[in-house]
């Protein structure tokens, strides 16, 4: 697949499963579902959860992806960072092509974390079998209408509830997830002006990172201004291209935010989303 349809596969996808599907209004899976539902998600949504049955929002429980009898898209985890390895099998066995994993608990972590993050390259086969983003993220927003309006909505993925916000030309791309959950939702109930189009977490970046996200925006015609937040670099020659590449592109901006400059910064950053801060001397250069 080309960076454009990985990218579009996790924004616009026709069909979604929320792995560890809740009831609860407490529960993060029970959040990401009332996104998806009360946002007018318009493709088909299949809550799993294997310890829960009936429904909710009108949605029937599925014990695992493999009893969903029509294909799935995309899979979002809001699981235990122990498990999740085993249902990344379970998934590429159903053929699912793209994982959103929001747990945290990986390279952050230490040890044990990297041991999971591993075991998740080995499954993929270093994530030729499914793409993932994350883990440790808040997902992808998508914002397609004005919530006031008759077709509001979108695609919402994140575990924090959305029910105010605009449409605008702003794509972000932030390595903390915060930015896609509590600080997107203040944003735009501070400021009901500030259009967002994308918000995209990549959390410690197992496999997407801002690399195919900048490429996507900068070829997006809807969007004019990206704001960008890492900790770390993915690929630090390849960012620096796109950033030289949207200087020559009209009506592109983009605005970039380097955490973890200072010594404090960096070990901030290492238990944040275990990134190792780069020497901010590379910025000299985009």
């Known amino acids: 697949m080309s960076t454009k349809n990985i990218v579009d596969l996790f924004l616009n996808p026709k069909s979604v499963a929320v792995i560890g599907?809740?009831?609860?209004?407490?529960?993060?899976?029970?959040?990401?579902?009332?996104?998806?539902?009360?946002?007018?998600?318009?493709?088909?949504?299949?809550?799993?959860?294997?310890?829960?049955?009936?429904?909710?929002?009108?949605?029937?429980?599925?014990?695992?992806?493999?009893d969903v009898e029509d294909d799935i898209d995309v899979a979002i985890f809001y699981v235990p960072n122990r498990i999740t390895p085993d249902l990344i099998a379970q998934c590429i066995q159903k053929?699912?092509?793209?994982?959103?994993?929001?747990?945290?608990?990986f390279e952050e972590v230490g040890k044990e974390g990297i041991e999971l993050r591993d075991k998740i390259l080995k499954i993929?086969?270093?994530?030729?079998?499914?793409?993932?983003?994350?883990?440790?993220?808040?997902?992808?927003?998508?914002?397609?209408?004005?919530?006031?309006?008759?077709?509001?909505?979108g695609f919402f993925t994140s575990f924090g509830v959305m029910n105010k916000y605009k449409r605008g030309?702003?794509?972000?791309?932030?390595?903390?997830?915060?930015?896609?959950?509590?600080?997107?939702?203040?944003?735009?109930?501070?400021?009901?002006?500030?259009?967002?189009?994308?918000?995209?977490?990549?959390?410690?970046?197992?496999?997407?990172?801002?690399?195919?996200?900048?490429?996507?925006?900068?070829?997006?015609?809807?969007?004019n201004v990206i704001a960008v937040y890492l900790e770390s670099f993915k690929d630090p020659r390849k960012f620096i291209e796109l950033c030289k590449k949207a200087k020559k592109i009209p009506k592109k901006t983009i605005i970039f935010i380097k955490g973890g400059r200072t010594q404090q910064g960096q070990k901030a950053s290492l238990s944040h989303t275990g990134a190792l801060a780069e020497s901010s001397n590379v910025l000299h250069d985009v």
């Open 169 to 223: 030309n702003i794509g972000i791309i932030s390595q903390s997830g915060m930015l896609n959950g509590g600080y997107l939702m203040h944003l735009m109930t501070k400021y009901p002006n500030l259009g967002i189009r994308y918000s995209c977490s990549v959390g410690n970046k197992m496999d997407l990172s801002e690399i195919e996200f900048l490429e996507y925006f900068l070829e997006d015609p809807t969007v």
């Open 95 to 105: 053929g699912i092509k793209g994982a959103i994993i929001e747990a945290s608990g």
């Open 21 to 66: 599907a809740s009831k609860s209004p407490l529960k993060g899976g029970n959040r990401i579902l009332n996104n998806l539902v009360l946002n007018n998600f318009k493709g088909k949504i299949y809550p799993i959860n294997p310890n829960a049955n009936g429904k909710v929002f009108n949605l029937d429980f599925y014990k695992s992806v493999l």
């Open 124 to 153: 993929t086969n270093n994530f030729s079998k499914i793409r993932i983003v994350g883990p440790n993220c808040m997902g992808v927003t998508k914002i397609d209408a004005d919530s006031d309006s008759e077709d509001k909505g």
